[in-house]
């Protein structure tokens, strides 16, 4: 059922481009003052056509989907708006038990406003020709097949896509934060409560903010009926993803939305940037931040990280060498916090963007700690090394919706289909 379901909502999720006429980031991306200190609170929304999803049971198409602004709090604690998409489920719910909601981490977009999820979704592909710049809604599919299930689907756009401030790209407690007050958010539009199941799904930088938030749950948001997450090719370990993207690889220069991001939020980490970055780096560095994935791709393809530095260095070579940057890498380690849910780890074996070994090292890391993991190897034979597109968003795909699925494994978890210990394949 699954792969049919996949198959028929892949021509509805076609995408359309819409030409921005005008900034796509408007008023309603900007919080009040004062905001609301509640993390998960609803703060507005806004009605949004989507195109990208299957008719309704009763025929309506497009549906009505929400755009929606909501509270989160940042690494610090402080409370900051979120966007995202919310889409009310319009069939019935295939599972057993209560409708669930899922919560969509996307992978990675970008770090330009325009480049929030929210902005593509309704018609799945938003252009921008004053700054020569397209933003896919990469989670097109999988939010339309959720919904074609029966699911209500939140997908979020983390912190400082589209809302004010620079998004903290890959920052393990605000992406983890930016999921679990989805989840309260989905579930206050729902007015369903806190007993409803929820699960998470996220691919890439996705499955990082999804790991993250599995482990951060019990503590954070322990209200929620978290019941499993899906966590594929997770960027659990940044010093191996940096390592591994900046060996020649068409998103190279994805690596500068983590070093604008933590320089944003640890200020004390600026001074090493301007001793180590060449002017010309410095102006890439901002260049990028108003860029979206597509634009690395089509712009700065295979851009590595010795092109920034005075001495023709990676920069990960510079961040070994200083401990104030090493360390704040590796407290974004993801692994040292069971989570008290099931989890599903997958990872390619030949992915050349999100290092295999790194992903294996999150599951063996919680395993130890008792925690319930899945972990299954994708063995898609390596293509154009150092393409990113054939081995790794590839096996999102396959890991996804084809055989011994990230779907069924859900919707087993959903369904009440018992599961403990760890099984490693």
Same mark, same amino acid.
């Given at each position: 059922?699954?792969?049919?379901?996949?198959?028929?909502?892949?021509?509805?999720?076609?995408?359309?481009?819409?030409?921005?006429?005008?900034?796509?980031?408007d008023?309603?991306?900007?919080?009040?003052?004062?905001?609301?200190?509640?993390?998960?609170?609803?703060?507005?929304?806004?009605?949004?056509?989507?195109?990208?999803?299957?008719?309704?049971?009763?025929?309506?198409?497009?549906?009505?989907?929400?755009?929606?602004?909501y509270?989160?709090?940042?690494?610090?604690?402080?409370?900051?708006?979120?966007?995202?998409?919310?889409?009310?489920?319009?069939?019935?719910?295939?599972?057993?038990?209560?409708?669930?909601?899922?919560?969509?981490?996307?992978?990675?977009?970008?770090?330009?406003?325009?480049?929030?999820?929210?902005?593509?979704?309704?018609? !799945?592909?938003? =252009?921008?020709? %004053?700054? @020569?710049?397209? $933003?896919?809604?990469? +989670?097109?599919?999988?939010?339309? #097949? /959720?919904?074609?299930?029966g699911?209500r689907?939140?997908?979020?756009?983390?912190?400082?896509?589209?809302?004010?401030?620079?998004?903290?790209?890959?920052?393990?407690?605000?992406?983890?934060?930016?999921?679990?007050?989805?989840?309260?958010?989905?579930?206050?539009?729902?007015?369903?409560?806190?007993?409803?199941?929820?699960?998470?799904?996220?691919?890439?930088?996705?499955? !990082?903010?999804? =790991?993250?938030? %599995?482990? @951060?749950?019990? $503590?954070?948001?322990? +209200?929620?009926?978290?019941?499993g #997450? /899906?966590?594929?090719?997770?960027?659990?370990?940044?010093?191996?993803?940096?390592?591994?993207?900046?060996?020649?690889?068409?998103?190279?220069?994805?690596?500068?939305?983590?070093?604008?991001?933590?320089?944003?939020?640890?200020?004390?980490?600026?001074k090493y940037?301007?001793?180590?970055?060449?002017?010309?780096?410095?102006?890439?560095?901002?260049?990028?931040?108003?860029t979206c994935?597509?634009?690395?791709?089509?712009?700065?393809?295979?851009?590595?990280?010795?092109?920034?530095?005075?001495?023709?260095?990676?920069?990960?070579?510079?961040?070994?060498?200083?401990?104030?940057?090493?360390?704040?890498?590796?407290?974004?380690?993801?692994?040292?916090?069971?989570?008290?849910?099931?989890?599903?780890?997958?990872?390619?074996?030949?992915?050349?963007?999100?290092?295999?070994?790194?992903?294996?090292?999150?599951a063996?890391?919680?395993?130890?700690?008792?925690?319930?993991?899945?972990?299954?190897?994708?063995?898609?034979?390596?293509?154009?090394?150092?393409?990113?597109?054939?081995?790794?968003?590839?096996?999102?795909?396959?890991?996804?919706?084809?055989?011994?699925?990230?779907?069924?494994?859900?919707?087993d978890?959903?369904?009440?289909?018992?599961?403990?210990?760890?099984?490693?394949?």
């Amino acid at each position: 059922m699954i792969s049919a379901t996949v198959a028929a909502v892949a021509v509805m999720t076609w995408p359309v481009a819409t030409v921005a006429g005008a900034a796509p980031v408007d008023g309603f991306y900007v919080p009040p003052s004062p905001l609301d200190q509640t993390p998960g609170t609803v703060v507005r929304t806004e009605p949004l056509p989507i195109f990208t999803t299957p008719p309704a049971a009763n025929g309506d198409w497009p549906i009505t989907g929400q755009r929606v602004l909501y509270t989160s709090r940042n690494q610090y604690g402080d409370a900051v708006a979120v966007s995202g998409t919310y889409i009310e489920a319009t069939h019935p719910w295939q599972g057993t038990g209560d409708r669930p909601t899922v919560v969509i981490a996307p992978g990675t977009s970008g770090q330009g406003d325009h480049c929030a999820m929210s902005v593509a979704f309704s018609t !799945g592909l938003y =252009a921008d020709p %004053a700054k @020569l710049s397209l $933003s896919a809604n990469q +989670e097109a599919v999988s939010a339309a #097949t /959720w919904s074609s299930l029966g699911a209500r689907v939140f997908v979020t756009d983390y912190i400082g896509l589209g809302t004010p401030g620079i998004h903290t790209y890959a920052n393990r407690v605000e992406q983890a934060h930016a999921v679990l007050d989805a989840a309260r958010a989905a579930n206050a539009l729902a007015g369903s409560g806190s007993a409803t199941p929820v699960v998470f799904w996220g691919y890439s930088q996705g499955g !990082g903010a999804v =790991a993250a938030a %599995a482990e @951060l749950q019990p $503590s954070y948001a322990p +209200e929620l009926n978290l019941e499993g #997450t /899906w966590a594929g090719a997770p960027t659990a370990d940044l010093m191996a993803v940096i390592e591994q993207i900046d060996d020649i690889n068409l998103i190279g220069a994805a690596t500068a939305y983590a070093v604008n991001g933590f320089v944003d939020r640890n200020p004390d980490i600026g001074k090493y940037v301007d001793e180590l970055v060449t002017p010309q780096g410095r102006e890439l560095l901002a260049s990028l931040s108003d860029t979206c994935i597509a634009d690395v791709i089509t712009k700065y393809p295979f851009t590595q990280t010795s092109v920034l530095t005075v001495d023709g260095r990676p920069v990960l070579e510079h961040i070994r060498e200083i401990p104030e940057v090493a360390d704040l890498l590796r407290h974004q380690r993801i692994g040292a916090i069971a989570p008290s849910s099931p989890v599903l780890i997958t990872s390619a074996i030949n992915d050349d963007t999100v290092p295999y070994g790194q992903a294996r090292q999150l599951a063996d890391d919680w395993c130890a700690q008792g925690a319930t993991v899945t972990f299954r190897t994708n063995t898609l034979p390596p293509i154009l090394s150092g393409a990113a597109l054939p081995n790794h968003l590839s096996p999102a795909y396959i890991d996804g919706y084809g055989p011994d699925s990230a779907m069924s494994y859900l919707l087993d978890r959903l369904n009440g289909v018992p599961l403990s210990g760890c099984s490693l394949h």
